[in-house]
């Protein structure tokens, strides 16, 4: 019973150190603050890129007009869902990307494979923040 224990003792502090590995690398998390309504910064809503539309929804890969992956529609409502937290918007983001990479490439074995991989990881980083 005590070996049980120790096992799972080990995959709880491995699970959150995974956790804490897998985020991409950003921006430093900012002290909270002392007022109790959160503030959005209004340069993340002013360089959002426009409502692709329908567009926007013609393929799979949708529009991505600043070219970091992520479609612009989904860039949109990370934004405008999570305006008060860098840390949710980033996490948010990689998940995205690799998932949506992930179903690109599902017909190439070795690329879905290193695709769920940084799934994997990007589910352990936004579980974590």
Do not use: H
């Amino acid at each position: 019973m005590k070996a049980i224990y120790t096992i799972v003792s080990t995959l709880i502090v491995l699970a959150s150190l995974v956790g804490l590995a897998s985020c991409s690398d950003g921006p430093e998390r900012e002290a909270p603050s002392s007022k109790s309504e959160p503030v959005a910064d209004s340069s993340i809503l002013a360089n959002l890129p426009p409502d692709p539309g329908e567009a926007g929804r013609a393929t799979l890969e949708g529009i991505d007009s600043g070219n970091n992956g992520v479609r612009d529609d989904v860039q949109r409502w990370i934004a405008l869902t999570f305006p008060d937290s860098e840390k949710t918007r980033a996490s948010f983001s990689q998940r995205t990307i690799s998932m949506q990479q992930f179903l690109i490439d599902a017909a190439d074995p070795a690329k879905s494979l290193s695709n769920a991989l940084q799934m994997d990881r990007a589910a352990a980083c936004l579980a974590y923040v």
